[in-house]
């Protein structure tokens, strides 16, 4: 047998709240992201297995950016504190919502629980089964305030199907009154309708750097693995998930529209699960 490894497998992330405090307030939500170290919690999230990345595409990839890379991996605790004075927080409660049918969402939870703790943020754990998780994050707005997942199968298909988690009608950051930050709308917009290649790209750039500075999703990194094959197999090349083929065999082209040109298809399992027990797949 022969290891192959897949260094690509999903980016391990937590998405706010922004409807219900205390993230709501933009200065909680900087200072939660100036507490956290991504080495400590990708590290107990996945025993080792991973790489750091700071957006949302894979690096590597022709479309990946570390537009706002200022943002990532701060570690200090000081930064912290100053953001939560600005906010005015008074110890109110802040709710992770997690699960334990994803060992690395549960894992990267509590670390993250003990390192917002260590700069006076009041944390409060709810662990739930993963069904529950995404139909809450996907349609409560109240009860909790980060809610942990990860994106695989969207990444591997490019900008344009991870970003549309941020926009109508998934809106994943839940936007008060569920109005999308008009920046947001006008990168978005370009993404999609931009005639050439470069011009998407530097679109997509700015979108990340958006998201990483107003802290509407906070990932951490992402997850790598590694596949078993016969030795006698040769020149094979591993994908992330099954669906991924699928995507590819329907050619999801005519998929993501404007803001303003009706609802985005939300394809693709809520708020970009990750697939459970399906594998990898391979391809000549």
Known sequence: MTLVPL?????????????????DNLNFRKAVQAALDMDDIMDASTDGAYKLNIGFQYPGRASYTEAGKETYNIK?????????????YKGEPLILMTNKDYTSMYNA???????LKAVGINVKLDVVDWPTSVQRADKEVTGWNFAFTGWGTQPALGPLATMKFIMPPVNAYHPKDGVPDPDLVVAWNAMVNSPNPEDRQ???????????ERVYAVPFGSLTKVQAVRSNVKGLQALPHPALLQHLARGVRAGPRPVGAGLVPAHGRPQGAPLQGTGTIWRR
């Open 202 to 212: 530097q679109a997509f750039a700015a979108m990340q750097k958006l998201v990483l």
């Open 109 to 115: 939870a509590l670390v993250v629980s003990e390192q």
């Open 7 to 23: 260094e690509n497998w999903w980016i391990h992330i937590m998405l706010p709240n922004t409807a219900f405090p205390p993230t």
């Open 76 to 88: 200090n605790a000081e930064l912290a504190k100053k953001y939560l004075k600005e906010a005015g």
